[in-house]
């Protein structure tokens, strides 16, 4: 792989569209940046396909609930994007409360010779028309403007940490820690609570919702992980509010492994159905996890991301990193897994050479263009030249969102404020 390099605020999601041309980034500030992929053109044949902005846009902005007294904060949680229907592009955007459709579109033209109003829009005494004009568009610089289409506000009384847009393209949902809604893209003064998990008394809980994901090509059926690091499959056919689930997947214990932090490390913190639709991947704090959907007992894979950090858990808790939230990726045809760790490392795994890798996103050991090196982690003994130890890991530079191009080997990572993508070497 070789990189390239963005700078932006610190990324909170990042989302290919469903053909990977357009590359989308959300940040803590609550703008959204979209990337786009230059055509590949003859004179530049070494540059193919290098991603550059194409649109900067505030979706969010910081708000005040008065009544509960509480900050919304206006950092983006998660970008999906709609399949492309007409020449504009639309996307879904959403913080802890709010989710937003977004119209992305370009202009190139622009009208002029209007009778009523002069060039720069403001109104002409009628008196003094003489002659009537017929308007035309005339080319200018192009454009792309973003404009908010739909709000779909009110309706989450916790946290949003997952959208995900149904196969019939009319529908989505939107996640929760206790509950889950099912809109219309074309209503927004309504929402189907499909998923309600809150118990009559909040003291009796014992478990949130951690993500949520509707099945690629199933309209109706979805998945739903847990703090417990439980997956539960739902079908919407069965009735209309899915508290009973149609299948639930987990993993036996093993005993030997208990300890304080089982529960903690147990939580799943990222889901996602294969393309294929066959299997779903859950992320937990030290392992991915690939499932079948025909097998509820236990995963037919199970990953180790960083199991050197299993000796350093209680330091890990006391900064709270033991709650960092890592996301996992699919590449395009189910073969290799891609997921997150510390000092900017992330982690690959083929399935079916059962190989990993981990590389490292970082300014300083790549100029663009360089090709990525494989880092090792040296679990106590003797330490080799290029390996690095446990203990001089970074654990504030963590990766915890990255995206897998749907069809080509290239992908995006983000490392705090600074976006990387890496492709597959030019030849
Ligand atoms: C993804 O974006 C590109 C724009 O560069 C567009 O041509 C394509 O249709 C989009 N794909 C889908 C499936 O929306
Ligand atoms: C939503 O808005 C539509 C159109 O304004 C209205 O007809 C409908 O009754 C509203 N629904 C609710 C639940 O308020
Ligand atoms: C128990 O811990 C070992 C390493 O200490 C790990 O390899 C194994 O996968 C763990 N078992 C489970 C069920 O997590
Ligand atoms: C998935 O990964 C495999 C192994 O690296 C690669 O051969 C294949 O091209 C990838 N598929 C896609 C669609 O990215």
């Not at 290799?336 to 490392?345: D, E, K, L, Q, W």
């Given at each position: 792989f070789s990189y390239l390099e963005k700078n932006t605020d610190i990324i909170s999601t990042v989302e290919f569209n469903h053909t990977g041309e357009l590359l989308a980034t959300g940040d803590k500030g609550g703008r959204v940046v979209i990337f786009q992929r230059e055509q590949e053109s003859k004179n530049q044949v070494?540059?193919?396909?290098e991603y550059n902005v194409y649109s900067t846009f505030q979706s969010h902005e910081p708000e005040f609930d008065y009544l509960k007294s509480l900050e919304i904060e206006e950092k983006i949680n998660k970008i999906r994007w709609l399949p492309q229907q007409n020449a504009a592009y639309f996307l879904l955007s959403t913080n802890d409360k709010t989710v937003k459709l977004w119209k992305v579109s370009e202009r190139d033209k622009r009208p002029e010779g209007y009778n009523l109003k002069d060039e720069e829009g403001r109104l002409r005494d009628p008196a003094t028309i003489t002659t009537l004009r017929v308007p035309v568009l005339r080319p200018m610089d192009l454009m792309v403007e973003a404009t908010p289409r739909r709000v779909f506000a009110n309706a989450h009384t916790y946290h949003i940490n997952s959208i995900s847009v149904n196969s019939d393209y009319e529908t989505y949902m939107s996640a929760d820690d206790l509950r889950i809604n099912l809109w219309n893209f074309e209503i927004t003064n309504q929402s189907f609570n499909i998923v309600d998990i809150k118990p009559?008394?909040?003291?009796?809980?014992t478990e949130v919702i951690t993500a949520a994901e509707f099945h690629p090509h199933h309209c109706n059926t979805f998945v739903y992980s847990s703090s417990k690091g439980t997956i539960r499959l739902c079908d919407m056919r069965a009735s209309a509010l899915c508290d009973r689930h149609t299948k639930f997947f987990e993993e036996p214990e093993d005993p030997s492994n208990r300890s304080f932090f089982s529960e903690i490390i147990s939580s799943i913190s990222d889901v996602k159905f294969s393309h294929s639709g066959r299997y779903i991947m859950t992320r937990d704090y030290l392992t991915v996890k690939v499932w079948d959907?025909?097998?509820?007992?236990?995963?037919i894979e199970t990953y180790q991301v960083h199991d050197y950090l299993r000796s350093k858990l209680c330091s890990l808790y006391e900064n709270d990193c033991i709650f960092d939230k890592f996301e996992c990726v699919w590449n395009g045809s189910d073969s290799v897994i891609m997921t997150g760790s510390y000092n900017n490392f992330f982690r690959m795994f083929d399935r079916n050479t059962k190989r990993d890798v981990t590389l490292e996103a970082s300014r300083e050991n790549s100029k663009p263009r360089a090709i990525l090196k494989p880092r090792k982690v040296c679990v106590g003994g003797k330490r080799r030249k290029d390996e690095i130890s446990v203990d001089s890991l970074d654990f504030s530079k963590k990766i915890l969102h990255t995206a897998w191009h749907p069809s080509e080997n290239i992908i995006a990572v983000a490392a705090t404020n600074n976006l990387y993508i890496f492709q597959d070497k030019v030849n």
């Amino acid at each position: 792989f070789s990189y390239l390099e963005k700078n932006t605020d610190i990324i909170s999601t990042v989302e290919f569209n469903h053909t990977g041309e357009l590359l989308a980034t959300g940040d803590k500030g609550g703008r959204v940046v979209i990337f786009q992929r230059e055509q590949e053109s003859k004179n530049q044949v070494h540059r193919r396909g290098e991603y550059n902005v194409y649109s900067t846009f505030q979706s969010h902005e910081p708000e005040f609930d008065y009544l509960k007294s509480l900050e919304i904060e206006e950092k983006i949680n998660k970008i999906r994007w709609l399949p492309q229907q007409n020449a504009a592009y639309f996307l879904l955007s959403t913080n802890d409360k709010t989710v937003k459709l977004w119209k992305v579109s370009e202009r190139d033209k622009r009208p002029e010779g209007y009778n009523l109003k002069d060039e720069e829009g403001r109104l002409r005494d009628p008196a003094t028309i003489t002659t009537l004009r017929v308007p035309v568009l005339r080319p200018m610089d192009l454009m792309v403007e973003a404009t908010p289409r739909r709000v779909f506000a009110n309706a989450h009384t916790y946290h949003i940490n997952s959208i995900s847009v149904n196969s019939d393209y009319e529908t989505y949902m939107s996640a929760d820690d206790l509950r889950i809604n099912l809109w219309n893209f074309e209503i927004t003064n309504q929402s189907f609570n499909i998923v309600d998990i809150k118990p009559a008394n909040m003291e009796e809980l014992t478990e949130v919702i951690t993500a949520a994901e509707f099945h690629p090509h199933h309209c109706n059926t979805f998945v739903y992980s847990s703090s417990k690091g439980t997956i539960r499959l739902c079908d919407m056919r069965a009735s209309a509010l899915c508290d009973r689930h149609t299948k639930f997947f987990e993993e036996p214990e093993d005993p030997s492994n208990r300890s304080f932090f089982s529960e903690i490390i147990s939580s799943i913190s990222d889901v996602k159905f294969s393309h294929s639709g066959r299997y779903i991947m859950t992320r937990d704090y030290l392992t991915v996890k690939v499932w079948d959907l025909n097998m509820e007992n236990r995963p037919i894979e199970t990953y180790q991301v960083h199991d050197y950090l299993r000796s350093k858990l209680c330091s890990l808790y006391e900064n709270d990193c033991i709650f960092d939230k890592f996301e996992c990726v699919w590449n395009g045809s189910d073969s290799v897994i891609m997921t997150g760790s510390y000092n900017n490392f992330f982690r690959m795994f083929d399935r079916n050479t059962k190989r990993d890798v981990t590389l490292e996103a970082s300014r300083e050991n790549s100029k663009p263009r360089a090709i990525l090196k494989p880092r090792k982690v040296c679990v106590g003994g003797k330490r080799r030249k290029d390996e690095i130890s446990v203990d001089s890991l970074d654990f504030s530079k963590k990766i915890l969102h990255t995206a897998w191009h749907p069809s080509e080997n290239i992908i995006a990572v983000a490392a705090t404020n600074n976006l990387y993508i890496f492709q597959d070497k030019v030849n």
